[in-house]
């Protein structure tokens, strides 16, 4: 039987030697990370600090790290394209090379103006790619690509995929106008099902799926490394130094301590649990887990665990701020290894982040030290090779 884990994985390692060997050394100096730890994202001490860079991820136009557009020549900008779309099903290539174009859109919408004192702010040549140890190679590898509304990180173990989370991708604009009447909404199924499905609830299970009638500025787990109840701030979101406020942000929703504390992410899961839905209800809750789901090759997309009506009646609904269309709005589907959040807030609701996590294995931890433990048990000298080498 076909692994199919195994075949993206084939997939990824030949388009990351395909990219990484059309490289010069200087190029591969920035394009290549050291090989995946275990300490992973929820480890410490010595072994995280060496893993520091592959789970430090980012969402805002910052240095995420690697090797920028920029930095490449057309060709090899081609190659790091072939790699991001191993990763990707053919619908989420689609999204992320659009929500790349997008920021020459941004661009329009701020007028051509907005200046953070390098040559171009709003820039689709400012995505970095990063490899982390050997493609196809004896040992754990991955790759991360990322910018502004971006954020992909990969893991491969043991020649299979083993972590695809946490996946990003945001739009700004969330929504633009076409020639013919149309609308771009890349990331319009994900709020328009959400909607739809909150909507339909009768008024005692819409109290209990709704947090809050106010909606927060952003994702609640942020850019954290593992996700946990602490409250991501604003600078946290930007590397170290290179912090640039974004002029077009809106004001505070104005959340105090009691509404933060409502909203905080908390091991048993809050809202409306996906057993309490009818019938057309699962289907549109099944369908939202879709629009993340399925960015990923269905090989190594968790969506077919939730055909599992059990897996989908702990999947936990809940959502903040209104409900009407073009109002400020944030939702969440919690369950076993799932954490999804979206938010529209700003830019006059038109300025969307939609994030994808398992809160067990983001940047595969769990998987990296098991892996690691039964790597050093195999090669560990037994008591009597000890005693032979001593010569006892």
């Known amino acids: ?42 480890g410490t001490g010595t072994e995280a600090h060496a893993d520091a860079d592959r789970t430090r991820w980012f969402y805002t136009p910052t240095d995420h790290g690697g090797l920028t557009f920029h930095q490449q020549r057309p060709a090899q900008h081609r190659s790091a394209m072939r790699l991001v779309a191993s990763g990707l099903s053919d ?39 990063r490899v982390f140890g050997e493609p196809g190679g004896p040992g754990p590898w991955g790759w991360r690509f990322g910018g502004h509304h971006v954020s992909l990180n990969n893991l491969v173990v043991g020649g299979r995929v ?35 499905l909150v909507r339909s609830l009768r008024p005692d299970a819409a109290a209990r799926a709704v947090l809050l009638p106010r909606a927060p500025n952003d994702v609640v787990a942020g850019n954290s490394t593992r996700v946990g109840d602490r409250v991501i701030r604003r600078g ?27 909203l905080a992410l908390t091991p048993t899961p809050k809202g409306l649990p996906g057993a309490e839905l009818d019938a057309g209800q699962r289907e549109s809750l099944r369908a939202l887990l879709a629009a993340y789901l399925g ?41 076993p290894r799932l954490l999804i959040e979206w938010t ?7 300025h969307a982040h939609a994030v994808w996590r398992d809160p067990e294995t983001d940047f595969g931890g769990d998987v990296l030290a098991a892996h690691h433990a039964a790597h050093h048990a195999a090669h560990r000298p037994t008591h009597q090779a000890l005693h032979h080498a001593n010569g006892r």
């Open 295 to 335: 960015r990923v090759p269905d090989g190594v997309s968790p969506l077919a665990r939730y055909d599992d009506p059990a897996a989908l009646d702990a999947v936990h609904l809940a959502w903040a701020g209104s409900t009407a269309p073009g109002e400020p709005h944030y939702y969440r589907l919690q369950g």
């Open 236 to 262: 946290e979101l930007w590397r170290p130094g290179t912090h640039i406020p974004d002029r077009a942000e809106q004001p505070s929703t104005g959340l105090d301590g009691a509404d933060r504390r409502a």
């Open 344 to 350: 529209n807030v700003h830019r006059g609701v038109n």
């Open 162 to 196: 083993v972590a695809t989370t946490p996946c990003f991708l945001g739009a700004d604009p969330a929504a633009s106008p076409l020639l013919g009447g149309s609308t771009l909404r890349p990331l319009g199924t994900a709020e328009d099902t959400a909607r739809e």
């Open 91 to 129: 619908a989420g290539y689609v999204t992320v090379a659009t929500v790349l174009g997008l920021e020459n859109v941004l661009d329009h919408v701020e007028g051509f103006s907005v200046n953070w004192g390098r040559e171009r702010t709003r820039d689709p040549g400012m995505y970095y790619l």
């Open 1 to 42: 039987m076909a692994d199919a884990a195994r075949d993206v994985a084939d997939r990824m390692a030949e388009a990351a030697v395909a990219w990484l060997d059309s490289l010069d050394a200087a190029q591969r100096g920035v394009a290549v990370g050291p090989p995946p730890r275990a300490g992973g994202a929820a």
